[in-house]
C-alpha cells in the first residue's frame, strides 16, 4: 500500500507531497486543482511507466499527435509527450526538470521524494555499437547497442546525436528514441507490463469493453456475489446478471443484462439507466484490483446522492476484504457527506482521508482530513470540495 506520494513537474502538479494516505482516499478540489493528474501520477507509479499505459493516457487527453504531411517524427512525439511535463517545458540537460514521483523519505531538510523513486525526462543521447568476444564461445562475438546520454557541454560535439525519454526507476530503466512515426514501436524497447491488479475507471458512467473484459475475469466465481450485492442498491430483485453479444447493431459489442425476480425475460442492464450501469463498472474494477489499486475519477458520476451512502459501504467492505487501495476524485458535496458518514462509522479505517486540492500562489497545495476531521467539518458544514 502506498503510504505517502509525492509528485515534481507532472502536468500542472508542480511539487506535491502527500505525506499520509490511507486505506481509501477521497480527492476533491477546484476545476484544475490537479486531481485527474494526481490519479494519473498514481497510475503511472503503479505501472512502472509503462509507454504503453502513458500513451493511453495521452490518447484520453487528445494531447497524442498523429504524424501526417511527411512531418518530422521527433517533431510530433516531442509534441505528445511534452504533454506531460509542467507547462509543458522540455529540457534536455536540466535534470531538475524531471518528472519525479515516488514515497517520501524524510533528511535533515524535511519531506522529499524518495531518491529511488520513478522519473522521466527528455534527454538527447548517442548509440554506438559495442562487440566484445563471447566467453563461452571465443570465435563468436557479441554484439550490443549502447545509449549514453548526453550533456550540455557536450551537445556540439554530436552531429549524429538523438532525441529520446529516458525512464528510470528503482528495478527498470529505458531510453525510449523518438524518431519514430508510430509511438506503439516505442513500446519494443520497455518490458514492464502493465499489472493486472491496477484499475482506472475514467469519468465516463458505461465502460462497454472494459466491463466485459472484467466480467470474464470473474464469471463462475464466488465474486460474482459482491457485483450482485451492489447493484442491489439499485435494483433488489435482481438475481442474476451475464453479459451477452448485442446483434441490434452493427459492430461487435457485448452487453451486460440481468434477471429479475419473478420476471421470465432479460433485460438489458443500459436500459436501467446510468446510475446502475456505473455502479457495475465501478465494482467490477474493485474485485479485479484485489491485492492492488483501484482509482476512479468523479466516482459519484450517474449517481443519485440517496445510493452514494450505500455504495461507500460497499467499497469499504470490499477494499478491506480484497485489500485495494483506493483513491477517488469528486465535485459532489453529497460523495463527501457520504463518504465521512460510512468512514465514521466504521472502526477499521481510520487511516482514509479526505484530501482537498488547492491553488495557493499559483501552485497546487493540499489540505487532508482524517476521519474526526472531516466529521467536525461535515458537521458544521466547513466547505470542504
Known amino acids: 500500500m502506498i503510504s505517502t506520494f509525492g ?121 554506438e555499437i559495442i562487440k566484445q568476444p563471447n566467453l563461452e564461445n571465443e570465435e563468436r562475438i557479441i554484439t550490443r547497442r549502447k545509449k549514453t546520454i548526453i550533456d550540455e557541454k557536450e551537445d556540439k560535439s554530436y552531429t549524429d546525436s538523438q532525441i529520446g525519454i529516458e525512464i528510470k526507476g528503482k528495478d527498470f530503466y529505458s531510453i525510449l528514441p523518438l524518431d519514430s512515426d508510430r509511438p506503439y514501436r516505442l513500446l519494443n524497447y520497455h518490458q514492464n507490463k502493465i499489472s493486472e491488479n491496477i484499475q482506472y475507471i475514467r469519468t465516463r458512467n458505461i465502460e462497454s469493453e472494459l466491463n466485459g473484459r472484467l466480467w470474464d475475469n470473474i464469471a463462475l466465481s464466488t465474486k460474482e456475489e459482491f457485483l450482485i450485492r451492489a447493484l442491489k442498491i439499485i435494483e433488489p430483485n435482481i438475481e442474476r446478471l451475464t453479459f451477452i453479444n448485442n446483434t441490434t447493431t452493427a459492430r461487435q459489442e457485448r452487453i451486460p443484462v440481468i434477471k429479475l425476480k419473478n420476471e421470465p425475460n432479460i433485460i438489458p442492464l443500459k436500459s436501467m439507466g446510468d446510475g446502475i450501469n456505473r455502479i457495475l463498472t465501478i465494482i467490477l474494477a474493485l474485485i479485479n484490483s484485489d491485492n492492488g489499486y483501484l482509482l476512479i475519477d468523479e466516482v459519484e458520476n450517474g449517481l443519485h446522492y440517496t445510493v452514494q451512502e450505500k455504495l461507500w459501504n460497499i467499497i469499504f467492505d470490499l477494499a478491506k476484504e480484497l485489500n485495494v487501495q483506493i483513491f477517488a476524485t469528486t ?43 472531516l466529521k467536525v467539518a461535515s458537521n458544521q458544514e466547513i466547505e470542504i470540495r
Not at 510530433?76 to 518528472?99: H, Q
Not at 453529497?334 to 484530501?355: A, G, R, T
Open 331 to 373: 465535485h459532489s458535496l453529497d460523495c463527501i457527506k457520504s463518504f465521512e458518514k460510512v468512514l465514521n462509522s466504521q472502526n477499521d479505517f481510520n487511516d482514509c482521508k479526505l484530501i482537498r486540492l488547492d491553488i495557493i500562489n499559483n501552485l497546487i497545495k493540499q489540505v487532508e482530513y482524517d476521519a474526526n476531521e
Open 7 to 127: 509528485i515534481k513537474n507532472y502536468r500542472n502538479l508542480n511539487n506535491l507531497q502527500l505525506k499520509s494516505l490511507g486505506r481509501i482516499n477521497l480527492i476533491t478540489g477546484k476545476n484544475n486543482t490537479g486531481k485527474s493528474a494526481l490519479l494519473e501520477a498514481i497510475s503511472i507509479y503503479t505501472t512502472k511507466a509503462d509507454i504503453s499505459w502513458i500513451v493511453s493516457l495521452l490518447q484520453e487527453r487528445g494531447e497524442y499527435y498523429r504524424n501526417s504531411n511527411n512531418s518530422d517524427p521527433v517533431e510530433m512525439n516531442l509534441k505528445t509527450f511534452s504533454s506531460l511535463f509542467c507547462g509543458r517545458k522540455i529540457s534536455f540537460f536540466d535534470v531538475y526538470s524531471a518528472i519525479q514521483i515516488g514515497q517520501l523519505e524524510d533528511n535533515l531538510f524535511g519531506s522529499e521524494i524518495s531518491s529511488t523513486s520513478m522519473t522521466i525526462r527528455i534527454i538527447k543521447f548517442f548509440e
